[in-house]
């Protein structure tokens, strides 16, 4: 296996990781119910995405 010749500094190590981080999901408000909702996603309370009903949530399975 290969050996590095030279000891990468603190620095530039921390310099490589600085993309590496968790992100905070962007939510928004359902149009339809109000409830929290991901971004291009059905909502999960209503079934509804842009003001259409994609989702029927009240049919009894």
Excluded: F, W
């Amino acid at each position: 296996m290969a050996h590095p010749k030279h000891k990468i500094s603190k620095q530039r190590r921390n310099k490589r990781r600085t993309h590496d981080k968790a992100v905070v999901p962007t939510v928004a408000t359902c149009s339809n119910c109000g409830s929290a909702v991901l971004y291009h996603r059905v909502c999960p309370e209503c079934g509804y995405y842009r003001g259409r009903l994609l989702v029927d949530k009240n049919v009894a399975s």
